[in-house]
């Protein structure tokens, strides 16, 4: 479960978080404090970089387009379950 850094309640679902990306603050559900993704969820897109760079480089444009789907994928996974919440005050 995605917890908030204030109330430690849910602050969101997973799905939301995932999209969520770093620099955005969003309202958590429980206690409508502003809450944002920590700023290590930037490695979180790397597998959608790499992906990307498969695509760019590979012979096979069918093999190119599943790289980048599975690095959007992963980046999603990493995004929801790896990157903590933390207070937003900005
Ligand atoms: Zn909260």
Request: net charge positive.
């Given at each position: 479960m995605v917890k908030c850094?204030?109330?430690?309640?849910?602050?969101m679902s997973p799905l939301r978080k995932?999209?969520?990306?770093?620099?955005?603050?969003?309202?958590?559900?429980s206690c409508g404090k502003l809450?944002?993704?920590?700023?290590?969820?930037?490695f979180a897109a790397i597998p959608a970089f790499?992906?990307?760079f498969v695509f760019m480089k590979s012979e096979s444009r069918l093999l190119g387009i599943a790289a980048i789907v599975?690095?959007?994928?992963l980046m999603g996974l990493l995004h929801t379950y790896l990157v903590p919440l933390v207070r937003s005050d900005a």
């Open positions: 850094p204030y109330c430690s309640r849910a602050a995932s999209a969520l990306g770093p620099g955005r603050a969003v309202n958590c559900q809450v944002s993704a920590h700023w290590s969820g930037i790499l992906g990307g599975a690095g959007l994928v």
